[in-house]
């Protein structure tokens, strides 16, 4: 995005009535109208007309956005104050006036390949694959799935073989770089990308698959972006799975479902339908959508550094999201994301389960 562009969009911004606050989850965990899409795109106008400069608040409040773009739905002038936050987080990094708390994922991300500060060499510890025959599959993890998640991991090989697939796993796999381009260190994302781009590009299979949105954005838009391309397709397992529903067994989970579409997933990539189309078809109890669903469904809580700087935020955000599918009265949460399962299991109770798509088909499987 060009300076002057910024600039204009700011401006625009900083006019509006700013109605689309109400649906910002920043705005409802700290009840403030600065943490607002008005209120960053304000702060930003005032600095570059030179009315009042962005301070350490200033700073503060443009890391409390979440990029969740869900103020981008509501604004008719299509103000995107996601890719506005994440330009302006870029240019702080460059003057080094981020918040000191991303020093810790940054640094173990460069040196350890995920943002845990887990040994890298433990990385592929809780999988193992057998050779197969069929579609050739490279299985990006993630770094979630890799440490936070592992059975996510572990059932989608499984899942995977299961409908005649090889599934091959990279020698070295890296963090895919989106915790550091979501927070503005591209470079040191960069240095990611390039080293997955190099393993993925040198390894033989059909296509790559990846369970986390995070990961299928980063590699199909922020990589390309960059002049980093793959010579492979790539899809998210919903994808998958959605063209495969005829070796799928149907219907054989009892129970009502709801599912949460993972922002990275729905409105930063589009898909919305096929994940909807799986658990319609593994599930044997109604689907029922929640109040604020596909495009105007709610974050979890947990993207773009928001857990990691401001924790009790990040969680009562993950937890109005668990009341709401609560008020489906639905026993299952699917979402299709490893990072949104982990902050939405830590915030559910025994009234609802949570679950990712692939463990849920694999539930399918086992009934079967
Ligand atoms: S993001 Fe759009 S709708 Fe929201 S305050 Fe800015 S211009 Fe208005
Ligand atoms: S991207 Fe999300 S968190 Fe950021 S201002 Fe918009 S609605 Fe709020």
Redesign the pocket.
């Known amino acids: 995005m060009e300076a002057n562009e910024i600039a204009e969009q700011v401006r ?2 900083a006019a ?6 109400h649906i910002c989850p920043t705005f409802f965990a700290w009840r403030s109208d600065t943490p607002t ?2 209120g960053r ?1 304000l702060l930003i106008h005032q600095d570059i007309v030179g009315t009042r400069e962005l301070d350490d608040r200033g700073v503060e409040i443009l890391y409390q956005c979440l990029e969740c773009s869900h ?2 739905t ?4 299509e ?1 995107d ?1 996601a890719s506005i936050v994440e330009h302006k987080r870029i240019e702080l990094v460059n003057e080094g006036r981020y918040p000191r708390g991303l020093d810790r994922m940054k640094d173990s991300i460069r040196s350890n390949h995920n943002p845990f500060d887990e040994s890298h060499s433990r990385r592929r510890s809780a999988v193992a694959t057998k050779a197969g025959e069929g579609r050739k599959l490279i299985y990006f993890i993630g770094c979630t799935s890799s440490y936070r998640e592992q059975e996510i991991a572990q059932e989608t090989i499984d899942l995977l073989n299961s409908i005649g697939s090889s599934v091959t796993l990279l020698d070295d796999e890296w963090c895919c770089g989106s915790p550091l381009f979501r927070t503005g260190f591209v470079n040191e994302a960069l240095e990611q990308a390039r080293h997955n781009v190099e393993v993925i590009n040198s390894t033989e299979g059909d296509e790559v698959v990846v369970t986390c949105p995070g990961c299928y954005r980063v590699l199909t838009q922020d990589y390309p972006m960059h002049g980093l391309e793959l010579n492979k397709p790539v899809k998210h397992i919903s994808q998958l799975l959605a063209e495969q529903l005829d070796i799928i067994p149907a219907s054989k989970i009892e129970g009502d479902v709801t599912y949460h579409d993972p922002c990275h997933l729905g409105r930063h990539c589009g898909i919305y339908d096929e994940p909807r189309h799986v658990i319609q078809h593994v599930s044997g109890g109604s689907f029922i959508e929640m109040e604020r669903t596909k495009d105007n469904a709610a974050c979890c809580g947990n993207g773009a550094g928001m857990r990691t700087l401001f924790t009790e935020q990040a969680r009562a955000i993950g937890k109005d999201r668990i009341e709401q599918a609560k008020r489906t009265k639905t026993k299952y949460l699917i979402t299709a994301c490893p990072f949104c399962k982990n902050m939405l299991e830590s915030e559910a109770d025994d009234e609802i389960d949570v679950i990712d798509l692939p463990e849920f088909v694999r539930m399918a499987q086992r009934a079967d």
């Open positions: 625009m911004c509006c009535p700013k109605m689309c606050r899409p008005h795109a103020c981008l509501l604004c008719v002038p103000i104050i």
